[in-house]
Each structure stands twice: as structure tokens, then as C-alpha cells.
């Protein structure tokens, strides 16, 4: 069952857009480094300084202290994609907390991968720093979203940063739910089985323009609205203040949920999305989503962190 925390989502005058990037040369985004992880990993933060490709896989299988109902395996991975020279997209884990964060940069060809970056870390430690504490969990996400977006926000008066800002999409395990907070149009995706369904709800122009009814799911695929697809109207850092949604799903074995960038869902569907991890071995199903999303172009970074809840 999915539960809306928040009353509804609220709207936003404010619109951020995503600077689009020339093509690098074709050997930008060609050669990948591939690191491999197994075993217990604790605080495990990602993030891409350098315009180079590369490709981080991980799959843990760990209890955690938020539940003793189930353990949880992690498969991790993020790709440049074909066009970009570098790689805006950050993600982080602490499996031991129950803790995953997935943040899409904007700003520029370094801003977005400072934003995006420092947002992963800010929700990790802003979490780490109450684990002890009786907080419930959906008030400790509220509290590290909004840390990350006042990190964000401050390094953002710096000349260099000025205007940049990234998504999140964070789920936190409590007993056996997930909380879900996201801010911008990183999706996180429930999947039982080959049926998936999105948790979230996007803060992006077209997908404010479907929910008034200008455009419907199939136009709003083909739609060709210069720069729509770029604007995001709510972001992290873009402002002192943050309003994230949050959502609540059950995680019981059997559960999977997938946590990715728009440089995976502005190519693949979310039934495709479903039948790949279907059909996919657990630890190459991120791997195999983001070599479809490149095959179908691939112009944005591409980031998938996919979550499955197993018996304790």
C-alpha cells in the first residue's frame, strides 16, 4: 500500500531549468571504469567530479536496526549516458541506517556536481546525527532535506555556484515501510513482480501541464516544447526554504523499489522499467535499464539505485 504523507503537493512559481550541454568528442563517453562491492558497506557516498565515465556498481546484503522483519540488497549504478562531458548525478547509502539518496545536479558543467553532491552528503550525515535519537523517521528525512537544502542554498552565494541547485529523491526504511521524500522530478518506482508503479510526483513544468490536463502521458512523450523537458519547479538549494512530498510504502519481502534520475525515465517506461527487472538478474538490472536509456539516446546523465527487501 502507498500512502501520501503530504496533504497534497504544493505548487510553485518558481521555475529552474537545467543548462543543456554541447556534445563532448565521441570518446567522452566511451570507456568505463567499473568498480565492484560486496559485504556490509557503511556510509556509502558517490559522486562524479571529473569529465570522465565512470560506473560504480554495488549489491549489499544487509540487516538493518530500523527493522527485524527483513534485510536489504542494493544495486547501485550511474552512467555519464552518451552526451554530456560530465556527470551531474550523485548518490549515496548507509544500508546499516536504512538511508538511500539519489540527487540530480544543476548549475552547470561543475555546479550541478557540487549541488548534487553536497545534497547526498548533507541528508546522510543530517540522518547519521540522529540515529539514536526517538525522532520518528519521516520527521529525520523532513530535517535532512532541509539541511541539504540550506548547505546547497549557502555554498550557492558563492559567485562561481551562483544558481545552482539538484533534485533528491531519499527513502528511509522504518520498520517495514519506506518513507519516500523527493523534491524535483527524481522518481522513485515501486515494482512487484514485472508491475511497477511511481511513489512520486514530479515537480517539472510538463509534468504540471499533464496534471491540468494541456497535455496527456502519450502527447507529453512526444511533445517538442523547447527546453520543457529541463525545467523542474521545485528544486534544493534554489531557495532558503525546501518543500519536499513525501510518501509511504510498504517494504516486506518480495518488495523492490527503484530510486533513478530523468536521464533513465525520459527514455525508458514504466513498464519497461518493470518487465527489465523482471527478467533481469538482481545485481545487473540497474546496468541493463541504463544500456536501454543509452541505446534510446542517452543525453542526460543516468543513475538507478534499486532496493529489494529479502527475509531476514
Same mark, same amino acid.
Given at each position: 500500500m502507498t500512502e501520501e504523507i503530504s496533504s497534497k503537493p504544493s505548487r510553485s512559481n518558481s521555475l529552474y531549468e537545467r543548462p543543456s550541454e554541447s556534445a563532448?568528442? /565521441?570518446? %567522452?563517453?566511451t570507456d568505463n571504469a567499473?568498480?565492484?562491492?560486496?559485504?556490509?558497506?557503511?556510509?556509502?557516498?558517490?559522486?562524479?567530479? $571529473?569529465?570522465?565515465n565512470k560506473v560504480v556498481t554495488s549489491t549489499v546484503h544487509s540487516a538493518s536496526p530500523a527493522s527485524t522483519h527483513l534485510r536489504i540488497? +542494493?544495486?547501485?549504478?550511474?552512467? *555519464?549516458?552518451?552526451?554530456?562531458?560530465?556527470n551531474e548525478d550523485s548518490y549515496g547509502y548507509d544500508e546499516s541506517l536504512g538511508i538511500f539518496v539519489v540527487c540530480d545536479g544543476m548549475g552547470? +558543467?561543475?555546479?550541478?556536481e557540487v549541488a548534487s553532491s553536497r545534497a547526498v552528503m548533507a541528508i546522510m550525515n543530517s540522518f547519521t546525527d540522529s540515529a539514536s535519537s526517538d525522532i520518528p523517521v519521516s520527521t529525520r528525512l523532513l530535517d535532512a532535506i532541509s539541511a541539504a537544502n540550506l548547505d546547497v542554498w549557502e555554498n550557492g552565494q558563492v559567485p562561481e555556484n551562483k544558481g545552482?541547485?539538484?533534485? %533528491?529523491?531519499? /527513502? %528511509? @526504511?522504518?520498520?517495514?515501510? @519506506? *518513507?519516500?521524500?523527493?523534491?524535483?522530478?527524481s522518481r522513485a518506482y515501486s515494482v512487484q513482480g514485472a508491475n511497477c508503479s511511481q511513489l512520486t510526483v514530479d515537480h517539472s513544468l510538463i509534468s504540471e501541464l499533464i496534471r491540468n490536463g494541456t497535455l496527456t502521458l502519450d502527447s507529453a512523450q512526444k511533445a517538442d516544447i523547447p527546453g520543457m523537458r529541463s525545467v523542474v519547479?521545485?528544486?534544493?538549494?534554489?531557495?532558503? $526554504?525546501?518543500?519536499?512530498? #513525501? #510518501?509511504? +510504502?510498504?517494504?516486506?519481502?518480495?518488495?523492490? +523499489?527503484?530510486?533513478?534520475?530523468?536521464?533513465?525515465?525520459?527514455?525508458?517506461?514504466?513498464? $519497461?522499467?518493470? %518487465?527489465?527487472l523482471a527478467s533481469s538478474p538482481f545485481e545487473s538490472a540497474c546496468a541493463? @535499464? *541504463?544500456?536501454?536509456?543509452?541505446?534510446?539516446?542517452?543525453q542526460d546523465n543516468i543513475t538507478c539505485v534499486l532496493l529489494r527487501a529479502l527475509p531476514a
Open positions: 563532448p568528442p /565521441a570518446s %567522452a563517453a567499473t568498480e565492484t562491492l560486496h559485504g556490509p558497506l557503511a556510509h556509502r557516498f558517490i559522486s562524479f567530479d $571529473e569529465p570522465a540488497a +542494493v544495486s547501485a549504478m550511474t552512467d *555519464i549516458g552518451c552526451v554530456r562531458a560530465n552547470g +558543467v561543475t555546479s550541478g545552482m541547485g539538484t533534485t %533528491a529523491v531519499v /527513502a %528511509a @526504511l522504518d520498520g517495514d515501510k @519506506l *518513507i519516500l521524500g523527493n523534491v524535483g522530478d519547479t521545485r528544486a534544493v538549494g534554489v531557495a532558503p $526554504e525546501v518543500q519536499p512530498d #513525501f #510518501f509511504s +510504502v510498504d517494504f516486506r519481502p518480495g518488495s523492490a +523499489v527503484l530510486l533513478a534520475t530523468d536521464g533513465l525515465t525520459l527514455y525508458v517506461r514504466q513498464g $519497461e522499467i518493470g %518487465a527489465i541493463d @535499464l *541504463i544500456a536501454l536509456a543509452k541505446q534510446r539516446g542517452g
